[in-house]
């Protein structure tokens, strides 16, 4: 039996966050050499995880405030994101910097994991949690490596997590349905095409359509196109620029939260199709991969005494599906929630929920719920050609103020109370 004070299921961003928040934030409860911290990983990495790898501003935020450089990951910028509906809507720029940065996540993660590990956290690669069994003084949690003893235990193991399955087992749960595809990006595909029609690459897009000339433009833009929402599916195709091992590649997908489950839809893959056509690719010739992701609502619990639940197990962004930088904020409040915890030797974790949705991160995650029930249940033409094409400075400036930049608010309110003197004192004290 292996005795821990926080144990970590999942080391994914919100695990390896989680620890990385405690490292820095509540240096005691992580000091170097002692294993007071382990984090309990199935897979080794790299390992793969499918994700389009799109990271907001609120992730550098973060990753910034732990003293990362996200730009050490291999990556591509995207300068702008386009919120379409067929092909045409609105445009995000963001002043001197890029709008989106695209990693892949095995790098990310194996990144991650190495900054965690340098820190003093240890991490075991290789081992899968089973179960969890909360009793009154501590949790046992079975491993298909025998059994571990937390005080506390953090649920960072995704949407299909047996942490929450443990805790949770008859709560509702909200899952978004996703597909995903990775192609050569439209260069490689237009130089491909004007070999087969031996005509030279600017030759065969001058024999393009308009709209297909516009996609070597399009190269440097992450886009979103919510002409699904008319058939029923509530969401949005997207394709975003990429890299796989160095080569320039582009990422496609399909996000449905099923908020219209009840209706009648096509089959997922036909919007994808039908969107890859229309940009010269063909769907049948790529391998689809798909994950759920499971998504934030206001009634989703989130703990109960001595586990805590953090990343996609609490719950993604329903709107978009974002999940990344979601997932670094929810281990900044678990890391914090823990560490009162410890201060006060009360473990019940109460007011975890209450104080998650007060947060930068959970008025962000409310805002993109709403959204979610309006952009994708008011599915008329006329509204979303209102919405993406006609209130364009409106919705900038709404997702601008109550979607995005949560990051920097949370930052400096997580800043605030690091200074504050009962928490240095706390600190000093257990150094
Ligand atoms: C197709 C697709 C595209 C996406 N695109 C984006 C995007 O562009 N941008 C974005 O921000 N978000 C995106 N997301 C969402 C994002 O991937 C997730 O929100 C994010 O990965 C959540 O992080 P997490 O740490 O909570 O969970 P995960 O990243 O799922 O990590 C969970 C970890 O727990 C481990 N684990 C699971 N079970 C166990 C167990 N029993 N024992 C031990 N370890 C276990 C897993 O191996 C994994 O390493 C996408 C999701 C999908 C499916």
Same mark, same amino acid.
């Given at each position: 039996?292996?005795? =821990?004070?926080?144990?970590?299921?999942?080391?994914?961003?919100?695990? $390896?966050?989680?620890?990385?928040?405690?490292?820095?934030?509540?240096?005691?409860?992580?000091?170097?050499?002692?294993?007071?911290?382990?984090?309990?990983?199935?897979?080794? =990495?790299?390992?793969?995880?499918?994700?389009?790898?799109?990271?907001?501003?609120?992730?550098?935020?973060?990753?910034?405030?732990?003293?990362?450089?996200?730009?050490?990951?291999?990556?591509?910028?995207?300068?702008?994101?386009?919120?379409?509906?067929?092909?045409?809507?609105?445009?995000?720029?963001?002043?001197?910097?890029?709008?989106?940065?695209?990693?892949?996540?095995?790098? /990310?993660?194996?990144?991650?994991?190495?900054?965690?590990?340098?820190?003093?956290?240890?991490?075991? &690669?290789?081992?899968?949690?089973?179960?969890?069994?909360?009793?009154?003084?501590?949790?046992? *949690?079975?491993?298909?490596?025998?059994?571990?003893?937390?005080?506390? *235990?953090?649920?960072?193991?995704?949407?299909?997590?047996?942490?929450?399955?443990?805790?949770?087992?008859?709560?509702?749960?909200?899952?978004?349905?996703? $597909?995903?595809?990775?192609?050569?990006?439209?260069?490689?595909?237009?130089?491909?095409?004007?070999?087969?029609? #031996? $005509?030279?690459?600017?030759?065969?897009?001058?024999?393009?359509?308009?709209?297909?000339?516009?996609?070597?433009?399009?190269?440097?833009?992450?886009?979103?196109?919510?002409?699904?929402?008319?058939?029923?599916?509530?969401?949005?195709?997207?394709?975003?620029?990429? &890299?796989?091992?160095?080569?320039?590649?582009?990422?496609?997908?399909?996000?449905?939260?099923?908020? +219209?489950? #009840?209706?009648?839809?096509?089959?997922?893959?036909?919007? +994808?199709?039908?969107?890859?056509?229309?940009?010269?690719?063909?769907?049948?010739?790529?391998?689809?991969?798909?994950?759920?992701?499971? @998504?934030?609502?206001?009634?989703?619990?989130?703990?109960?005494?001595?586990? $805590? +639940?953090?990343?996609?197990?609490?719950?993604?962004?329903?709107?978009?599906?974002?999940?990344?930088?979601?997932?670094?904020?929810?281990?900044?409040?678990?890391?914090?929630?823990?560490?009162?915890?410890?201060?006060?030797?009360?473990?019940?974790? #109460?007011?975890?929920?209450?104080?998650?949705?007060?947060?930068?991160?959970?008025?962000?995650?409310?805002?993109?719920?709403?959204?979610?029930?309006?952009?994708?249940?008011?599915?008329?033409?006329?509204?979303?050609?209102?919405? @993406?094409?006609?209130?364009?400075?409106?919705?900038?400036?709404?997702? @601008?103020? /109550?979607?995005?930049? @949560?990051?920097?608010?949370?930052?400096?309110?997580?800043?605030?109370?690091?200074?504050?003197?009962?928490?240095?004192?706390?600190?000093?004290? #257990?150094?």
């Amino acid at each position: 039996m292996r005795n =821990y004070d926080i144990l970590i299921i999942g080391g994914g961003p919100s695990g $390896l966050s989680t620890a990385l928040h405690l490292a820095r934030d509540f240096p005691h409860l992580a000091p170097h050499g002692a294993s007071r911290i382990l984090i309990l990983e199935k897979e080794r =990495y790299p390992r793969p995880k499918l994700c389009a790898g799109g990271l907001v501003i609120d992730a550098e935020i973060i990753l910034q405030r732990l003293g990362l450089d996200v730009g050490e990951v291999p990556h591509v910028d995207a300068d702008r994101i386009h919120f379409d509906f067929e092909a045409k809507g609105l445009n995000i720029r963001v002043p001197k910097r890029h709008a989106l940065r695209v990693i892949r996540r095995d790098e /990310f993660d194996n990144w991650l994991a190495v900054k965690t590990e340098s820190r003093g956290i240890e991490i075991r &690669q290789g081992v899968a949690v089973k179960k969890i069994h909360p009793l009154d003084d501590c949790i046992i *949690v079975e491993t298909d490596q025998g059994d571990f003893h937390a005080r506390v *235990v953090v649920g960072a193991d995704g949407s299909n997590g047996v942490t929450r399955r443990c805790i949770f087992p008859h709560a509702m749960v909200n899952t978004a349905r996703v $597909l995903e595809v990775i192609t050569p990006e439209y260069s490689v595909i237009a130089r491909e095409r004007s070999d087969r029609s #031996n $005509l030279p690459a600017h030759e065969e897009i001058a024999t393009l359509p308009a709209s297909r000339v516009a996609r070597n433009d399009r190269q440097r833009g992450a886009y979103f196109d919510f002409f699904p929402v008319l058939t029923n599916i509530a969401g949005y195709v997207w394709d975003f620029p990429t &890299q796989v091992n160095g080569e320039a590649m582009r990422c496609w997908g399909i996000y449905d939260t099923n908020i +219209l489950a #009840n209706e009648r839809r096509p089959q997922l893959k036909e919007p +994808l199709a039908k969107e890859m056509a229309r940009l010269g690719f063909d769907l049948n010739h790529y391998e689809i991969k798909g994950h759920p992701i499971r @998504w934030f609502s206001p009634q989703n619990q989130m703990s109960v005494p001595r586990v $805590l +639940l953090v990343g996609d197990a609490a719950g993604a962004d329903p709107f978009l599906g974002e999940g990344i930088s979601i997932a670094l904020g929810y281990g900044a409040l678990a890391a914090h929630e823990i560490g009162e915890a410890f201060q006060r030797n009360e473990f019940s974790f #109460n007011g975890y929920r209450r104080r998650v949705i007060r947060s930068a991160l959970g008025h962000a995650l409310i805002a993109r719920w709403v959204l979610a029930h309006i952009v994708y249940l008011l599915k008329w033409k006329w509204f979303q050609i209102l919405i @993406w094409r006609i209130l364009k400075p409106v919705v900038i400036l709404l997702a @601008w103020v /109550f979607v995005l930049n @949560w990051g920097k608010r949370m930052s400096s309110t997580l800043e605030r109370f690091s200074k504050s003197p009962v928490y240095s004192t706390h600190v000093q004290a #257990n150094r």
